[in-house]
């Protein structure tokens, strides 16, 4: 049974340029959520996709977009990149309703140069 | 406000030393909490919940007061194996599972 898988893990990007990173879920689970994490810091909510739809979001700018495919797979894309968007990006799975954990990929290291 | 606080660390400690961390949140809606463990550079994986009533796992007990909304972890007789950061999680929607993190509090168990 795979679980969280995250493409790909390290990507180097220049100012101003576009990221698409991936995500598969754990089998059977139907909920992906993004979060940012910088150095030294911990995870920050980015937003959730459940049924193909974005279902809550965290204080990110709208450069920051998603998509969930009907295989509940997930894509997180980032416009307009700035320095400040180098991070670890996480994505975790889940069932959308009742205390279910989070399942993690091991992550997108982005670095922008 | 920050949505989940914790200790700013970071903790060192021997080998067999007792460590607490504490966490405060501060949506008083909450309805779950976590503890999650973090090694460098890597995934967080879940420790443990925490429930009401306090609730242990071996060397780990965790422990929530609601009325003050109030997270902690304690860790007994440390082990090298448990330096990592240590991330507070807090479910502020069980209709959406919106987990939230804490900054995370790094802890070095030294020999």
């Known amino acids: 049974d795979a679980g969280v898988t995250q493409s790909p893990t390290h990507l180097i990007k220049t100012r101003g340029q576009q990221v698409t990173l991936r995500c598969s879920p754990k089998?059977?689970?139907?909920?992906v959520s993004w979060y940012q994490q910088a150095l030294g810091q911990g995870p920050q909510f980015i937003f959730q996709?459940?049924?193909?739809?974005?279902?809550q979001r965290g204080n990110f700018p709208d450069r920051f977009s998603g998509h969930q495919f009907p295989n509940y797979s997930s894509e997180l894309n980032v416009n307009a990149l700035l320095l400040g968007d180098s991070a670890l990006y996480l994505c975790?799975?889940?069932?959308?309703?009742?205390?279910?954990?989070?399942?993690f990929g091991s992550g997108t290291q982005l670095s922008v140069l | 406000r920050k949505e989940v606080e914790q200790d700013p660390g970071p903790f060192n400690v021997p080998e067999g030393a007792t460590v607490a961390f504490n966490c405060t949140y501060s949506n008083s809606a909450s309805q779950s909490f976590f503890w999650y463990r973090q090694d460098c550079r890597k995934e967080p994986k879940l420790l443990m919940s925490?429930?009401?009533s306090g609730n242990e796992d071996g060397r780990f007990t965790a422990q929530l007061n609601r009325a003050s909304q109030y997270i902690s972890l304690l860790i007994r007789d440390s082990k090298l194996s448990d330096s990592a950061t240590y991330l507070c999680v807090v479910n502020t929607n069980e209709n959406n599972n919106d987990m939230r993190f804490g900054a995370g509090t790094r802890l070095t168990v030294k020999p």
């Open positions: 975790a799975s889940s069932f959308l309703t009742g205390n279910e954990k989070l399942f």
């Open positions: 996709y459940y049924e193909e739809e974005e279902r």
């Open positions: 089998s059977g689970h139907d909920t």
């Open positions: 925490v429930y009401s």
